[in-house]
């Protein structure tokens, strides 16, 4: 949407709406494939690798009375998920 200034009526401005924000920089190399482009297959492995990651945190909303509940629960998924992973390592 291309508006007049008041000024000038030949010099006319771009218009941002309120709720977007302009895109200053970028951040990072990796360019979005076009439409209908499918994965490669090294794209394909990273996400099914990702897909398989094991959290050891049940999933889920979780609603606590305080932040010591909230605190304990996780640092006891944590716990378990350092010993399985000892445990795999042998």
Same mark, same amino acid.
């Given at each position: #949407?291309?508006?007049?200034? +008041?000024? /000038?009526?030949?010099?006319?401005?771009?218009?941002?709406? @309120? +709720?977007?924000?302009?895109?200053? %920089?970028? *951040?990072?190399?990796?360019? &979005?494939? @076009?439409?209908?482009?499918? @994965? &490669?297959?090294?794209?394909?492995?990273?996400?099914?690798? /990702?897909?398989?990651?094991? &959290? %050891?945190? @049940?999933?889920?909303?979780?609603?606590?009375? /305080?932040?010591?509940? #909230?605190?304990? +629960?996780?640092?006891?998924? &944590?716990? +378990?998920? *350092?010993?399985?992973?000892?445990?795999?390592?042998?």
């Amino acid at each position: #949407m291309r508006i007049m200034s +008041d000024q /000038n009526p030949k010099v006319t401005r771009s218009f941002i709406q @309120p +709720d977007q924000q302009p895109i200053q %920089r970028t *951040v990072g190399k990796r360019v &979005t494939p @076009p439409p209908g482009a499918l @994965p &490669t297959a090294e794209a394909r492995a990273a996400m099914t690798a /990702n897909a398989q990651y094991i &959290t %050891r945190a @049940p999933k889920g909303i979780f609603s606590y009375k /305080n932040h010591e509940e #909230m605190i304990r +629960d996780r640092e006891r998924w &944590t716990i +378990d998920a *350092v010993i399985a992973r000892q445990t795999e390592r042998g």
